[in-house]
């Protein structure tokens, strides 16, 4: 079945319509963070098929995919059509249609909410400190408190000195427990800008006491200020109150009338998952731990913060229905409240009890059932290659596999395997990993196809390996393709340099005005 061709000017009318729109570039991050439209989602054609069905649920949604000349958006309606989805076309002409037609084109990742950030920060005037001014205050030892609202993880990387832990949604559900004192001044960072501008926007809109403000340009700016940060912390929000909960559970609910989130029970929730012509996503905007530990069935776990960051990594169709969940009142209205702002329909459940909470475990995406493949233990693995003859190809993420690697083995995007089949050195016999064996098994027809020799899966993937104690190699020993799989964020990591950190701080400074050139985001401000 050949997909059909959807123009420019078909798919900005249904943005500006409100209509459901799942644009999806199927290149690799780091090629898609060089240039993509606005609500462009970026599934690579290397994983599509363990990422589609969570972030595409509803199969007859209008999906339109897209690269830029390299082939790849032809194989992904080919297989997109195969696991079920009816309505799938290719964007006419690609990236360069987009671009000719005069569609804005937008670089890096997360730039809706990105630009949204900035938008805020425009139009409320969210105050700001300079790097310099926030080190002052801790030098002289001054009634402060930082809060960082990145992810744990991010936090741990580097933070600012005495920094504290608090990943933007539980900002306002605890931040009284960490500055009681209305006196306290409180300051929002993160690396960049935005989670700190809406970190400090949402506890002004919940009214909270304290003067707050954001680190002005986050961990970027403290460097940029040749100044020192922490590495490896692990400070950490304490349980709250509930007396400030119950505070803060009526001052969010508040800012969430304020940008009209709908109000919404189980049953409409159960209504609303039947409906043919709709997508429903339904998050549970809580602490991954807190997730685990039960949940509402069929909820996915986005902690609120990276929710509004991340926003389309978890809800790749523009114009779905959003329904948020929390067991506090607080998480899912503060949530939903910029949701609402960055143009989404959105309802929090009110209506939950504990006993809805059923569910124990980490959140599982829903899969296609799997390829048949015949397994190999990773001692017979490594009995083979010491005979050698066999290629050993990795597929997980290029990250995992400089960190640590079968000895011998070829790192490959799946994306790109005839490309990467001519860099490896032929064998008689192949064998095929990731971390898991997940990707790797949807590997395993196309290698045999392309070699025409045995093709054998490694048992539970490079992590059984690891387990049997068998060594491991590390670095970039084998690369059978590029390392484009991830866009190095220039606010990640400590080894930046200058010049790209204060280009990136630029480009965030004239997000408003590419905004208003593409016409198309459908964002307000409280």
Same mark, same amino acid.
Not at 94 to 120: C, M, Q, T, Y
Not at 121 to 139: F, G, I, Y
Not at 350 to 372: I, K, N
Not at 484 to 503: F, H, K, L, S, V
């Given at each position: 079945?050949?997909?059909?061709?959807?123009?420019?000017?078909?798919?900005?009318?249904?943005?500006?319509?409100?209509?459901?729109?799942?644009?999806?570039?199927?290149?690799?991050?780091?090629?898609?963070?060089?240039?993509?439209?606005?609500?462009?989602?970026?599934?690579?054609?290397?994983?599509?098929?363990?990422?589609?069905?969570?972030?595409?649920?509803?199969?007859?949604?209008?999906?339109?995919v897209y690269d830029n000349g390299e082939g790849l958006a032809q194989i992904a309606?080919?297989?997109?059509? %195969?696991?079920?989805?009816?309505? =799938? @076309?290719? +964007?006419?002409? $690609?990236?360069? #249609? &987009?671009?000719? !037609? *005069?569609?804005? /084109?937008?670089?890096?990742?997360?730039?809706?909410?990105?630009?949204?950030?900035?938008?805020?920060?425009?139009?409320?005037?969210?105050?700001?400190?300079?790097?310099?001014?926030?080190?002052?205050?801790?030098?002289?030892?001054?009634?402060?408190?930082?809060?960082?609202?990145?992810?744990?993880?991010?936090?741990?990387?580097?933070?600012?000195?005495?920094?504290?832990?608090?990943?933007?949604?539980?900002?306002?559900?605890?931040?009284?427990?960490?500055?009681?004192?209305?006196?306290?001044?409180?300051?929002?960072?993160?690396?960049?800008?935005?989670?700190?501008?809406?970190?400090?926007?949402?506890?002004?809109? %919940?009214?909270?006491?304290?003067? =707050? @403000?954001? +680190?002005?340009? $986050?961990?970027? #700016? &403290?460097?940029? !200020? *040749?100044?020192? /940060?922490?590495?490896?912390?692990?400070?950490?929000?304490?349980?709250?109150?509930?007396?400030?909960?119950?505070?803060?559970?009526?001052?969010?609910?508040?800012?969430?009338?304020?940008?009209?989130?709908?109000?919404?029970?189980?049953?409409?929730?159960?209504?609303?998952?039947?409906?043919?012509?709709?997508?429903?996503?339904?998050?549970?905007?809580?602490?991954?731990?807190?997730?685990?530990?039960?949940?509402?069935?069929?909820?996915?776990?986005?902690?609120?913060?990276?929710?509004?960051?991340?926003?389309?990594?978890?809800?790749?169709?523009?114009?779905?229905?959003?329904?948020?969940?929390?067991?506090?009142?607080?998480?899912?209205?503060?949530?939903? @409240?910029? +949701?609402?702002?960055?143009?989404?329909?959105?309802?929090?459940?009110?209506?939950?009890?504990?006993?809805?909470?059923?569910?124990?475990?980490?959140?599982?995406?829903?899969?296609?059932?799997?390829?048949?493949?015949?397994?190999?233990?990773?001692?017979?693995?490594?009995?083979?290659?010491?005979?050698?003859?066999?290629?050993?190809?990795?597929?997980?993420?290029?990250?995992?596999?400089?960190?640590?690697?079968?000895?011998?083995?070829?790192?490959?995007?799946?994306?790109?395997?005839?490309?990467?089949?001519?860099?490896?050195?032929?064998?008689?016999?192949?064998?095929?990993?990731?971390?898991?064996?997940?990707?790797?098994?949807?590997?395993?027809?196309?290698?045999?196809?392309?070699?025409?020799?045995?093709?054998?899966?490694?048992?539970?993937?490079?992590?059984?390996?690891?387990?049997?104690?068998?060594?491991?190699?590390?670095?970039?020993?084998?690369?059978?393709?590029?390392?484009?799989?991830?866009?190095?964020?220039?606010?990640?990591?400590?080894?930046?340099?200058?010049?790209?950190?204060?280009?990136?701080?630029?480009?965030?400074?004239?997000?408003?005005?590419?905004?208003?050139?593409?016409?198309?985001?459908?964002?307000?401000?409280?």
């Amino acid at each position: 079945m050949t997909a059909s061709n959807r123009s420019f000017a078909q798919i900005r009318q249904a943005l500006l319509d409100r209509e459901e729109v799942a644009l999806v570039d199927v290149r690799e991050e780091a090629p898609f963070a060089e240039s993509h439209p606005l609500f462009a989602a970026n599934i690579p054609l290397s994983k599509l098929e363990l990422e589609v069905y969570s972030r595409i649920p509803r199969r007859d949604t209008q999906v339109t995919v897209y690269d830029n000349g390299e082939g790849l958006a032809q194989i992904a309606a080919q297989r997109l059509q %195969a696991l079920g989805y009816t309505q =799938v @076309s290719l +964007l006419e002409g $690609g990236l360069d #249609g &987009w671009r000719n !037609a *005069g569609g804005e /084109l937008f670089i890096d990742v997360n730039v809706p909410s990105k630009a949204f950030g900035e938008l805020v920060e425009s139009q409320r005037h969210t105050p700001s400190l300079a790097a310099e001014e926030v080190q002052a205050l801790l030098d002289s030892n001054a009634d402060v408190v930082v809060l960082d609202a990145r992810r744990f993880d991010e936090y741990q990387t580097m933070s600012i000195p005495t920094g504290i832990s608090v990943p933007g949604a539980e900002l306002v559900l605890r931040a009284r427990e960490l500055a009681p004192d209305p006196a306290t001044r409180i300051i929002v960072n993160c690396a960049g800008r935005t989670r700190s501008i809406i970190g400090t926007q949402s506890l002004i809109n %919940a009214g909270i006491a304290n003067p =707050v @403000s954001a +680190l002005r340009n $986050g961990t970027i #700016g &403290w460097t940029l !200020a *040749g100044q020192k /940060l922490q590495h490896g912390q692990a400070r950490r929000f304490a349980p709250t109150s509930e007396e400030h909960r119950q505070i803060a559970a009526k001052d969010a609910r508040q800012v969430a009338d304020r940008a009209h989130v709908g109000r919404a029970t189980l049953a409409d929730l159960q209504r609303w998952q039947q409906e043919a012509a709709r997508t429903t996503y339904l998050f549970d905007v809580r602490t991954p731990e807190e997730f685990a530990t039960s949940h509402l069935p069929g909820s996915r776990s986005t902690p609120g913060g990276q929710l509004v960051q991340e926003t389309d990594h978890v809800a790749s169709v523009r114009g779905a229905r959003l329904v948020l969940v929390d067991d506090d009142g607080v998480r899912a209205n503060m949530s939903a @409240s910029w +949701l609402a702002q960055l143009g989404w329909e959105v309802h929090v459940l009110d209506d939950l009890q504990p006993a809805h909470f059923s569910e124990p475990g980490a959140w599982v995406a829903p899969v296609p059932p799997p390829q048949q493949a015949e397994l190999i233990s990773p001692h017979t693995l490594a009995e083979w290659q010491a005979h050698g003859d066999t290629a050993v190809l990795d597929f997980t993420a290029s990250a995992n596999y400089v960190k640590r690697h079968i000895p011998g083995a070829w790192w490959a995007l799946r994306g790109q395997l005839p490309e990467a089949l001519r860099e490896v050195p032929a064998a008689e016999r192949y064998v095929l990993t990731c971390g898991s064996s997940q990707l790797a098994r949807l590997a395993v027809a196309q290698v045999e196809a392309l070699t025409g020799k045995p093709v054998f899966l490694l048992q539970e993937g490079t992590a059984s390996w690891i387990a049997a104690q068998l060594p491991l190699e590390e670095g970039e020993t084998r690369l059978a393709s590029p390392r484009i799989d991830r866009y190095r964020r220039p606010y990640e990591g400590t080894d930046n340099p200058r010049e790209a950190m204060q280009a990136y701080l630029d480009w965030e400074f004239g997000l408003v005005d590419q905004l208003a050139r593409d016409g198309t985001h459908g964002f307000y401000v409280i």
